[in-house]
Antibody, heavy 121, light 108 residues
Framework: EVQLVDSGGGLVQPGGSLRLSCAAS????????MSWVRQAPGKGLEWVAN????????YYVDSVKGRFTVSRDNAKNSLYLQMNSLRAEDTAVYYC??????????????WGQGTLVSVSS | EILMTQSPATLSVSPGERATLSCRAS??????LAWYQQKPGQAPRLLIS???TRAPGIPARFSGSGSGTGFTLTISSLQSEDFAVYYC??????????FGQGTKVEIK
């Protein structure tokens, strides 16, 4: 059974940092692109970042470029999101998701349960 | 950036009735569209990809159609467990898979 377990969220002050983790099991983690998707309270979904199977390619939504870094450790079946210079508008539930890679882009077939990041003074 | 617009924002339907949800793309995305269901406090669940292909385990009452810029998700006979928020997502614009703002299906 595919499982993604998100962790690492919490309350942080503006300008602070946080590192999210996603532990994967039930599939060959190193075979898949992986993504982070977030959802602000009461709002819709927003893709944040993704990373190639070997970590050699990474992409980000414009609003987090230069502040967030996605990484992975295939030996530990884990995905990470390092978030620096956090802003109030980064407040959201962050989900890791497994990518299904189509020719033109990715959609997501499995999701973690999410971890809440709150940025507030 | 491809913008995805869903309508209506809220759909009130009685159990057993048909629900029809719409999703429109700001430019052609062929059939590179997915639908997700999200219940309160839960992660989204993939329902449909390729505009019309149900994901494994998704009941046949869920069907998707459309191509280009206009898409529809139909739930043929609403069950109690189907009351949720539904999102469409385009994946024609690598790597930015943008989502619609969602349609809430509520009990009438």
């Amino acid at each position: 059974e595919v499982q993604l377990v998100d962790s690492g969220g919490g309350l942080v002050q503006p300008g602070g940092s946080l590192r999210l983790s996603c532990a994967a099991s039930g599939f060959t983690f190193s075979d898949y692109w992986m993504s982070w998707v977030r959802q602000a309270p009461g709002k819709g979904l927003e893709w944040v970042a993704n990373i190639k199977q070997d970590g050699s390619e990474k992409y980000y939504v414009d609003s987090v470029k230069g502040r967030f870094t996605v990484s992975r450790d295939n030996a530990k079946n884990s995905l990470y999101l390092q978030m620096n210079s956090l802003r109030a508008e980064d407040t959201a539930v962050y989900y890791c998701a497994r990518d299904v890679t189509a020719i033109t882009g990715d959609y997501f077939d499995y999701w973690g349960q999410g971890t809440l990041v709150s940025v507030s003074s | 950036e491809i913008l995805m617009t869903q309508s209506p924002a809220t759909l009130s339907v009685s159990p057993g009735e048909r629900a029809t949800l719409s999703c429109r793309a700001s430019q052609s995305i062929a059939i590179n569209l997915a639908w997700y269901q999200q219940k309160p406090g839960q992660a989204p669940r993939l329902l449909i990809s390729g505009a019309s292909t149900r994901a494994p385990g998704i009941p046949a009452r869920f069907s998707g159609s459309g191509s280009g810029t206009g898409f529809t998700l139909t739930i043929s006979s609403l069950q109690s467990e189907d009351f949720a928020v539904y999102y469409c997502q385009q994946y024609n614009d690598w790597p930015r898979g943008t989502f619609g703002q969602g349609t809430k299906v509520e009990i009438k």
